[in-house]
């Protein structure tokens, strides 16, 4: 399993960006996503997650409200909307599939649980 992460870039403070997660010989819809971040000299976290129905997406606190996660099964891609974005919002950007064990949703630690991961995209949150 192939995904890649992008629609990174440069964004000032308050602005709105949207990442994208594509694959490459897999159907998106078979898996549960998650997007983590890591920021510089810290450990990598887990920010959404989207189960395969889309339904009942799952948010770190410090993103809830500005973070919306989504699918779309003809793109075969899951969308990151960010918003309201701030510096504390720069790192490096991945999606990754999360395991599930066959129930189709985001178990309570999919944040610790991805499998097959991405290459990033930078987000740099910055005046």
């Known amino acids: 399993v192939q995904l890649q992460a992008s629609g990174g870039g440069l964004v000032q403070p308050g602005g709105s960006l949207t990442l994208s997660c594509t694959a490459s010989?897999?159907?998106?819809?078979?898996?549960?996503i998650g997007w983590f971040r890591q920021a510089p000299g810290k450990e990598r976290e887990g920010v959404s997650c989207?189960?395969?129905?889309?339904?009942?997406?799952e948010y770190v606190n410090a993103v809830k409200g500005r973070f919306s996660i989504s699918r779309d099964t003809a793109k075969n891609t899951v969308y990151l909307h960010m918003k309201s974005l701030k510096p504390v919002d720069t790192a490096v950007y991945f999606c990754a599939t999360v395991r599930n064990y066959g129930l189709g949703y985001c178990l309570a630690e999919w944040s610790s649980d991805a499998e097959y991961w991405g290459q990033g995209t930078q987000v740099t949150v910055s005046s």
């Open positions: 010989g897999v159907i998106l819809e078979d898996y549960v």
């Open positions: 989207i189960s395969r129905s889309g339904n009942d997406p």
